[in-house]
C-alpha cells in the first residue's frame, strides 16, 4: 500500500510536517536496530506506530526525542533540523514523550512536577512558591487538566499523571507527544477521557505518536497508521483503509489464525469433568463480596472486570497473595491456605502475575534463574540448588515457550517485552499447575506474542487441567469457554462460548439490560449453569478506587531468594528492554 503523501516543508502552500525521519539506520554493535526506517506526521494527527515487541519502535523513538543519535539519515521538525546532541531545551521545545512508567515524582506537587528544574527565573534567585502555583494553575486550566497544582503527585490516578505529563511537555512549546503505551493501566472510561483529551488538544494541532499493542485503539483515536517489522518501515496506511487482519500480517509477516478461533471449533465440555478450582462465599474488604465460582478440568473461564471490578484481587487471592475475610478457595477438594503462597504452589496453583515488572521478575538475575524461582526444590538435594539441573530444566522451559534468548544465563531485563511475559508464564507452569491463574497475560506483549501465550494456556485446560483468565482485554477473554463478568465486587452475569463483546462490555461498565440480553448470558450463581438473562449489578458499598489492581502487594509471584531486589521500575519503557 502507498505511502501517506508528506507536507511540503517549505514555504510554497503547504504547512511542514511535525517530525520527520527519513532513511534512519541504528545499529548496537552486531544487533541492526532500525535499517532505513522513516515516518511522517502531520500537524494536530493522531499517528500510530506498531510493530512485534523488537521492530523497532523505542528505537525509533529513543531517535526522535534526542536519547539516541542515528548512525544514517535526516531528522527535522517542523520543516528544521533536529537540535544539536545534548540541547536538551531545544530538544523539549520540540518533541516529548510520555512513557509507560511514569516520570512524575510522588513526593512533589503537581506545580513542582510541571516546572521541575524550572522552578525560579534564574539560578540564584529564591522560587516563588506563590507565583509557581499560579503558573501551574493557568497552565492545567488552558489545557483543561482538571487537578489541583498543590496535589502530591503521589495522591493523582494514573489518568491524571498522563495528563500532568502531557502538560508539563506542552508547557515546554512542543507540539509533537510521543505516546507510549498509554492505556496500560487505564480501564475503559479512563481510556474513552484520555482519547477525548487527546482529539481536543489535535483541535489546537498538537500532534501523537500513538504506540500501542492494543490494535482496536490505533482504529479508535488515530487517523494514519505505519508499520515496523524486523527493524525497518514496512507501511504506512490511513487506518480507515486497513483491515485488521491485514494490518496484524503486516506487523507479522505471516497469514494469522487466532487461538480465538481454535476454540470456536472446540467439543463441548464433557459431562461431569471434577472441579478443579472451587471458589466459595469469597469476601475481600474493597474487592469482592460473596463471591462463588468454579473452574472444571478442561475449562478456561474468563473473570471479566473493569479496573475497579474487584476481578484482579479475586485472583491474587486464589494464588495465596490476599488473605479473605469469609469464604474457602479449594484446588482438586485440598484448601488454600488465606494469604500463603506456599499453601497455593502446594495445592497445585500456578500464578501468572498482573504486572511482570513489578511482580513477576526478578530484573538483575538470568533467564534460568527467573524461570525456576518456583521449582528450587527439583534443583538439587538437601535444599541445594545445583547450576547444571538450573540449566537442564530451563533449557527446557525455553524451548517449551519458544523464549528467544542466546541462553538461560541472560539477564531477563536484556530480553523483549513478549519473551519476558514467557519467562513468567515459563515460571507458572514449571510446577505443572493443575490451576492456572494468569492475570492480564498478554499485557504490553506484541500480537505474535499474545497469539502464542494464549494458546499455551489454553493447551493446560486441554492437558485436562484449568485455567482461570483474569483480564478486561477481550481478546485474552476470546479463549475461555465461560465468561464470569464482576463489577464493584460482585460477580454480575455468566456467558457462554458464543457471547457478543458488546454484552460482555456492557456487563463489564454495569450497564446489562436484561430486556436485551442475549441466549447464553445469565446471572452467576456459583459456577452452576446459566439460568437466566444479566442481572444488574450488585450494592457493593465499598470504594471501588480501593480495589484498583496497582494496590497489590508487588511480591513475586513464588518463592525465590532471600529478599530479591525489586524490579527496576525504569525497566520496561523499550521493546528491545523489556517493554
Known sequence: MADTATAPADGAGGTAPVAEATGVSKRFGATVALRDARITIAAGESHALVGRNGAGKSTLVSVLTG????????????????????????????????YQKSTIIGELTVAENLFLNRQSDGALRPIRWKQLRARAEELLAGYGVDVKADARARDLTVEQRQFVEIARALSF???????????????????NRLFDKLRDLQ??????????????????????????RDAA????????????QALVEAMTGETTRTAAAAVENRPPLRAGAPELLTVEGLTLPGACQDLSLTVRAGEVVGLAGAAASGNVRVGETVAGLHRPEQGTISVGGRRVRGGSVPSALAVGVGL?????????????????????????????????????????FAQRMIRDLDIKTPGGATPVSALSGGNQQKVVVARALATDPQVLVAIRPTNGVD???????LRRIRQVADGGKAALIVSDELDDLKVCDRLVVMFHGRAVAEFDRGWKDEHVVAAME??????????????????????????????FSSDPSSADPASADPTPAGPGPADPEPA???????????R
Open 67 to 98: 536519547l539516541q543519535q542515528p548512525d544514517t539519515g535526516t531528522l527535522r521538525f517542523s520543516g528544521r533540523a533536529a537540535p544539536s546532541p545534548g540541547d536538551t531545551d531545544a530538544w523539549r521545545s520540540r518533541v516529548a514523550c510520555v
Open 173 to 191: 512549546g512542543a507540539r509533537f507527544i510521543i505516546l507510549d503505551e498509554p492505556t496500560a493501566k487505564l480501564d475503559a472510561r479512563g481510556i
Open 203 to 228: 483541535r489546537q494541532g498538537v500532534a501523537f505518536l500513538f504506540i500501542s499493542h492494543h490494535l482496536q485503539e490505533v482504529y479508535d483515536l488515530c487517523t494514519t497508521v505505519t508499520v515496523y
Open 233 to 244: 518501515h514496512i507501511l504506512t496506511a490511513p487506518v480507515a483503509e486497513l483491515g485488521h
Open 352 to 392: 501468572v502475575p498482573e504486572d511482570r515488572h513489578l511482580q513477576g521478575l526478578v530484573n538483575n538475575r538470568s533467564v534460568a534463574e527467573n524461570a525456576t524461582l518456583t521449582v528450587t526444590d527439583q534443583l538439587g538435594p538437601y535444599g541445594t540448588v545445583l547450576p547444571a539441573r538450573t540449566r537442564s
Open 447 to 453: 500480537v505474535k506474542s499474545k497469539e502464542f501465550l
Open 510 to 539: 454495569g450497564v446489562a439490560d436484561r430486556s436485551e440480553a442475549p441466549a447464553g448470558a445469565a446471572p452467576h450463581t456459583g459456577g452452576g449453569a446459566p439460568t437466566d438473562a444479566h442481572t444488574s449489578a450488585g450494592d
Open 568 to 578: 527496576d521500575p525504569t525497566a520496561g519503557t523499550t521493546e528491545e528492554h523489556g
